[in-house]
Each structure stands twice: as structure tokens, then as C-alpha cells.
């Protein structure tokens, strides 16, 4: 059974949610699915690139003005 | 519920077990994109009427600067750290192409202005580099990583509304102050002992452009390969 974490990234500036997103994919299994909130335009660009240069199937949701989730499911 | 589940698995197809929230429905943004835009060019043309046209000029340029460094997710910060962070050069290369581009505009008003026999613009930023210039750089590097930005990153992040950046915009504002008021001291004991160079008096200036250019070049190159060499072992 693949789980799914949400990490809140919140008013977390730039670097912090694409630190935080590669130490929580990190101790997950493959097949599971991290969503990762964001309010940060910069981490917007810089979470999905660098997850899909990773391999990893990435889904970017504009959740309200301003806010996203990156879904991202670990592959490899 | 059906309408939901479908949003839930999105074009990309990757599954999700949880809806925390329930999406709320955007709001067409449109009408105040207009209104802004109508804004920004009313303000201007009261200003080229009141105060002068240079200033609508440098109203309306700031203004379309901030529009597309916020579209653009161009960032200074992320340029040069990104590399580092995650490999991903996009930005660094971004920023060099930039650099190449002003290269050639500004060589051009220089030239213009010193074929006319006249005063080249922009000299007074022609300043001594030393071993400061190297030192600053890099507390100026640390700075902007933590702030989450530089200061045209930090600015349009402020009116992004993201709160955090406003802090640093405050103590960008008291950093800047202090450094203004002491910058007569930091220039008499540190700036002045470096040496002034002004890239066409030593290279003439075909030569200082190609050099220029050259030099971006080989780093575009370098951020290439760099950002290959970091996806291919980037197995961890």
C-alpha cells in the first residue's frame, strides 16, 4: 500500500521547500506520493525541476492565487 | 463527489488516496490585470505632465522590469545557488545570456557617446575592484540565500505579498541606510586602493566586447556541462 505525505511549505522562502521536499522523498518508498504545499513563486519552478530531472512523476495544482501543490510520486 | 475524484487524479495521472481540502473556485484575475495596467499608464502619463518625462520613463520601465522578472521567475539568488543546491543551471545560463545582452547594448551607448566626442555615460560606475569587491560579493551571496532573494527578488516578492520577504525588505532598508552612512569610511580605508579598470582603455573596444563575450561563453558552456555532469550522478 503506497502512502502519501504532506509536507507544509507555507510561507517557507525559496531553498527551504526543495531542502525539505529531498529529505522527505528520501525516506520514502517507491510508489509513494509526497504533496508538497508551497506559497513561494521561485520554489514553484525550482520544486518540479528539480524532481523531474530526478525521474520522478511530478503534477504542479494551483490550489488558490499564490498557493500550489507539487504532487510528486517517487519512481526510482 | 464524481466531479471531485477526477480532479484528484489530474491530467498527469498520478493517483492521490486524500482530498484535505475542498478547491476553491479561482477568481478571474483578468479585470484586475486591466485595472492595474490602466493604473500604471494613467500614473505615468500624470507624471510625464507634472514632474517630466524621465520620470514616467523610469515609471513605466520599473514597472515592466517587475512584470517580467515575476513572470519570468527570474532570480538572481537561484542563479547561484541552484547549481550548488540541485544542478540545475537554467538560471545561471538565464542570467549569462542577460549579461551578454547588456554587454553589446551598453558597449554600443558607450561607443556612440565616445565616437561623438562625448562624455561616456556611466563611468562613475567604473570603481576599484580589490580583494573588498571579492569579500562583499560573497557576504552579499550568503545574504540573499538566506533572505530568500536579492534585491529586485526581494522587491518582487513583497508585492507577490509573500510576507516573509517584507522582513527582508525592512532590514534590507536598515542594511542599506548604515552602509550608506559609513560608505565614506569603507571607501577612504578599503575602495580607493584597488585599481580602476575600464575594459576598452586596455583591450580597445572590439577587443574589451569580444573578451566580455568570450568570457560569458565559456561560462554558458561551463553551467552546461555542469548541470549534465550533475543529472547523470545524480543517483542519490
Redesign the interface.
Known amino acids: 500500500m503506497s502512502k502519501?505525505v504532506?509536507l507544509d511549505c507555507l510561507?517557507?522562502?525559496?531553498?527551504v521547500p526543495?531542502?525539505k521536499a529531498e529529505k522527505a522523498l528520501e525516506g520514502m518508498d517507491v510508489g509513494d506520493?509526497l504533496?508538497c504545499q508551497i506559497?513561494?513563486?521561485?520554489a514553484?519552478?525550482?520544486v518540479p525541476?528539480?524532481a523531474r530531472?530526478?525521474g520522478h512523476?511530478?503534477?504542479v495544482?494551483?490550489?488558490?492565487?499564490?498557493e500550489w501543490e507539487v504532487?510528486i510520486?517517487k519512481v526510482k | 463527489m464524481g466531479d471531485e475524484q477526477q480532479a484528484v487524479q489530474g491530467e498527469g495521472g498520478i493517483k492521490r488516496s486524500s482530498r484535505t481540502r475542498t478547491r476553491k473556485k479561482k477568481k478571474n484575475q483578468i479585470p484586475l490585470g486591466i485595472m492595474a495596467l490602466v493604473f500604471i499608464v494613467a500614473v505615468g502619463i500624470i507624471l510625464a505632465w507634472t514632474v517630466g518625462g524621465n520620470v514616467a520613463l523610469f515609471w513605466m520601465l520599473g514597472s515592466s522590469f517587475g512584470f517580467i522578472l515575476q513572470r519570468s521567475r527570474f532570480c538572481f539568488t537561484a542563479s547561484m545557488r541552484d547549481p550548488y543546491l540541485t544542478g540545475s543551471t537554467s538560471l545561471t545560463k538565464a542570467v549569462l545570456l542577460a549579461f551578454a545582452v547588456t554587454t553589446i547594448g551598453f558597449a554600443a551607448i558607450k561607443y556612440g557617446a565616445f565616437i561623438k566626442g562625448l562624455p561616456i555615460p556611466g563611468q562613475s560606475y567604473v570603481v576599484p575592484i580589490s580583494l573588498a569587491t571579492v569579500v562583499g560579493s560573497f557576504m552579499f551571496g550568503i545574504g540573499m540565500v538566506i533572505a530568500g532573494g536579492c534585491a529586485s527578488g526581494t522587491l518582487m516578492r513583497v508585492g507577490e505579498g509573500f510576507g516573509m520577504q517584507m522582513l527582508s525588505l525592512f532590514f534590507f532598508i536598515v542594511g542599506s541606510l548604515l552602509g550608506a552612512a559609513h560608505f565614506g569610511w569603507w571607501k577612504l580605508n578599503f575602495i580607493v586602493r584597488g585599481p580602476r579598470i575600464f575594459l576598452p582603455d586596455v583591450f580597445g573596444w572590439v577587443g574589451a566586447v569580444v573578451l566580455q563575450l568570450l568570457t560569458i561563453a565559456l561560462l554558458w558552456i561551463a553551467a552546461d556541462k555542469w548541470a549534465k555532469r550533475k543529472s547523470s550522478s545524480s543517483s542519490h
Open positions: 502519501e504532506e510561507g517557507e522562502a525559496c531553498p526543495l531542502i506520493v504533496i506559497d513561494h513563486s521561485c514553484m519552478k525550482n525541476e528539480w530531472e530526478q512523476n511530478v503534477e495544482e494551483e490550489v488558490d492565487d499564490g504532487i510520486e
